[in-house]
Every structure is written in structure tokens, then in C-alpha cells.
């Protein structure tokens, strides 16, 4: 499969990953100006943008990225040459491991877009879900009127447009999923009502918006549609709200016994399990100093 196939592929399922260029590579190096490589939460990569011991820096800048939500030049080194120095979106890790040349790679995070369920078969909320579209938001439609926390799983922002029926129930169910913004479409009184037989906790009142949208005077569906994305668009940018990926296994990190060097895990990661204790390690000849070092061979 293609890198672009794959790109899409995890686009479609809302898992988090960073796309990974060869910029620059300067001999001797195993990887060349255009490899790619896709790298996953849990360390796994797929692709080539060099070996053992430049993958190690990659995966562990690459981590970093997801986390930052930032793209960055990664300056791969060997020991002692210092010829880049450190700029804005650029970093420069020195790897011991290296036998030479120097790489430069691109790592740009590929964040899953915010995703908005809307429960309701009404104008406002068919409206909702076109806006969500055109600013590149995800839409899940609550079919089931989202009655189960598994139904809201990954989901950023819920919206109530449903003019009535179980509201108070839907808005019990998005909070104890953890649902970060959960808006009613109501009158200030009605809202107000609502949330007075849930009897909820500070903490959970200010994850509620009702009326819901910023107050820019909307009147039709349309108008009413757009003031909640720009809501919810605020909440992302400025409020802190957490745009949650599909769940995943996360990379650790451990040192090295050899060489000391930190060592990304993933499941490439060269490894060793002497009497039940595991050790890992950043290439195959720090494994085999190692196990040297314990059998006596």
C-alpha cells in the first residue's frame, strides 16, 4: 500500500499519525531524499527514512510532534558534528549510533479534525452538520440518539437539536463520557429547567452550553448553525477543549544499558529478556555487547 493510501486510510478512521520526508541526506546514510514513512502513537513505523539508529531519533521526535501538534525539520547527527544549529521548527538530536552522514526529515502531525455529534432530526441540526462540513469538522448523527457512552467515543462536541424528548438523558450520558462541550438547543428557560433536574456538579455545568453558539443575534437554522461551530471552534483554539483521536496503544521509553541512549519502544525496537527482566536497546549491536556482557560469549 501506497504511503498516500495508507495517509488516507487512517484520515478515515480518525487515528492520529505524523508523515514522515527525507529532506536531505548526506552520505553515508541508508535512507535518501524522498523516503517517507508514516509513524504511529504506539512507535510503530511504516516505511523506511533510515536505519536502526536514525530510526530511534525519528520515533522519538515523532511522539514529541503528536504531542506538540507541531511540525518540525529533525536534524539527525552523527556524534560530535554540529554543523546545524537549533532555529524555530527545527531540531538537531546528536546519535551516538550513527556511523556517519546526517539526515534531515520532515515530521508534520496528522491530528484527527474535531468531531461534533449531533443528536436530532430537525433544520438546525441538518444545518449544524453542513457547517461542521465545511470547516472540516467530523459529524456523527445520533441515530440512537447517542444512549450509550460507547456511542460517543472519540467524539469532541455533542449538540442536542432535537427540540424535545430525552434531553436531560442525553446530556447525563455526554458528560459521563467525558464530552468536553455538550450544547442544548433551547430557550435560556427551558435550558435552564433542563439542567435543574440533572442537578449537576460545577464542574459539569461549565461543560454545558444553553442556549448554545456565541451570542451573535442568529435567528434562522443557518445563522443558529454558525454560531455554534464558531462556539466550538473557540472551545478548540482558545478554551483548551480537547480534540480526542480514536484510542491507541502509546510508545514508552526506556535507556538503553549499553550506550545510555533513551530508546523510543516499538515494535522493531531491538530487545532482549534475560532471566524475565526486559531490555531494550537502540540498535542490534547494543543487544549483542549485551548479551555478550551476560552469557560470557
Same mark, same amino acid.
Do not use: H, N, S
Given at each position: 500500500?501506497?504511503?498516500?493510501?495508507?495517509?488516507?486510510?487512517?484520515? &478515515?478512521? $480518525?487515528?492520529?499519525? @505524523?508523515?514522515?520526508?527525507?529532506? $536531505?541526506?548526506?552520505?553515508?546514510t541508508s535512507a535518501h531524499a524522498g523516503? #517517507?514513512?508514516?509513524?504511529?502513537?504506539d512507535g510503530t513505523? #511504516?516505511?523506511?527514512v533510515g536505519g536502526q539508529c536514525a530510526q530511534n531519533s525519528v520515533r522519538k521526535a515523532a511522539l514529541g510532534a503528536l504531542q506538540s501538534h507541531e511540525s518540525v525539520l529533525l536534524r539527525v547527527l552523527p556524534d560530535g558534528d554540529l554543523h546545524f544549529p537549533e532555529a524555530p521548527g527545527a531540531a538537531v538530536v546528536v546519535n551516538p549510533c550513527l556511523s556517519g552522514g546526517a539526515l534531515e526529515i520532515f515530521l508534520e502531525p496528522q491530528i484527527p479534525a474535531p468531531l461534533v455529534g449531533i443528536c436530532g432530526a430537525t433544520p438546525i441540526a441538518d444545518a449544524l452538520a453542513n457547517a461542521c462540513e465545511l470547516v472540516g469538522f467530523g459529524v456523527r448523527r445520533g441515530v440512537a440518539e447517542f444512549d450509550s457512552m460507547e456511542s460517543l467515543a472519540d467524539t469532541t462536541a455533542v449538540v442536542i437539536a432535537s427540540h424535545g424528548g430525552p434531553e436531560a438523558a442525553m446530556i447525563r450520558v455526554a458528560l459521563d463520557a467525558g464530552v468536553g462541550y455538550v450544547g442544548l438547543v433551547a430557550s435560556r428557560i427551558r435550558g435552564a429547567s433542563i439542567l435543574d433536574e440533572l442537578e449537576l456538579?460545577?464542574? #459539569? $455545568?461549565? &461543560?454545558? $452550553?444553553?442556549? @448554545?453558539?456565541?451570542p451573535i443575534g442568529a435567528k434562522t437554522s443557518g445563522e443558529i448553525a454558525v454560531s455554534i461551530v464558531a462556539e466550538v471552534i473557540q472551545a478548540v483554539r482558545k478554551g483548551g477543549l480537547v480534540v480526542t483521536p480514536r484510542g491507541a496503544n502509546v510508545a514508552v521509553e526506556v535507556l538503553d544499558p549499553v550506550c545510555g541512549m533513551t530508546v523510543t519502544v516499538g515494535p522493531d525496537t531491538p530487545h532482549l529478556i534475560i532471566d524475565d527482566v526486559d531490555y531494550w536497546f537502540c540498535s542490534s549491536g547494543c543487544r549483542a555487547s549485551f548479551a555478550a556482557t551476560k552469557t560470557g560469549s
Open positions: 500500500m501506497k504511503m498516500t493510501e495508507r495517509a488516507q486510510q487512517l484520515v &478515515r478512521t $480518525r487515528t492520529p499519525f @505524523v508523515q514522515a520526508t527525507v529532506v $536531505r541526506a548526506q552520505q553515508p523516503d #517517507e514513512a508514516i509513524l504511529l502513537q513505523i #511504516e516505511g523506511f456538579t460545577d464542574a #459539569e $455545568r461549565t &461543560r454545558v $452550553r444553553t442556549p @448554545v453558539g456565541l
